[in-house]
């Protein structure tokens, strides 16, 4: 296995990316939000997001195939110290294969800059919430309810 993480570029990648956004929640979260909005998350809207929103996302790639992808940013002018983690998502066939691993160095990599680096996670994923304390990020407190998934979801932090 020979994986790369590269800027997300063509639109094979962005198609890519969209099945790995469509399969991965319907894997990952079957059990953590609701069937209705798992119902609504379609192949073709995980497309149209990746064709609409194709900046600061890196996909992982094996064998010409998309198999992950990470998306990060920084919050601007509003809190010009923050950068955060939006994404980071692989195929199940992938778990535990240093992915998610490779994905997250570039997050980090790419938030440097930023004294304080946050993520959201469903507080009902303790897959990721174990993931996300290993690179030393821990929750502060913060939470919001999410009508769309039926749960909420808790920041992280890492300063």
Not at 84 to 102: H, M, P, R, W
Not at 122 to 147: C, M, S, W
Request: glycine share 6%; proline share 2%.
């Amino acid at each position: 296995m020979s994986i790369i993480v590269k800027t997300m570029e063509s639109d094979d990648e962005k198609k890519g990316k969209a099945y790995v956004h469509w399969k991965s929640w319907h894997e990952a979260y079957e059990k953590l939000v609701s069937k209705s909005y798992l119902d609504k998350l379609t192949l073709q809207k995980c497309e149209e997001w990746a064709f609409e929103w194709p900046e600061n996302t890196y996909v992982a790639i094996d064998n010409g195939n998309v198999i992950g992808f990470m998306c990060c940013f920084g919050h601007g002018e509003e809190e010009p110290d923050a950068g955060e983690i939006n994404a980071i998502y692989v195929l199940s066939e992938y778990y535990g294969t240093c992915v998610a691993q490779k994905l997250m160095d570039t997050a980090l990599e790419e938030l440097k800059k930023y004294s304080r680096k946050e993520l959201w996670v469903l507080q009902d994923n303790p897959r990721a919430i174990a993931f996300y304390k290993k690179y030393g990020f821990h929750e502060d407190g913060t939470e919001k309810y999410l009508k769309s998934l039926e749960d909420t979801e808790i920041r992280m932090i890492m300063e």
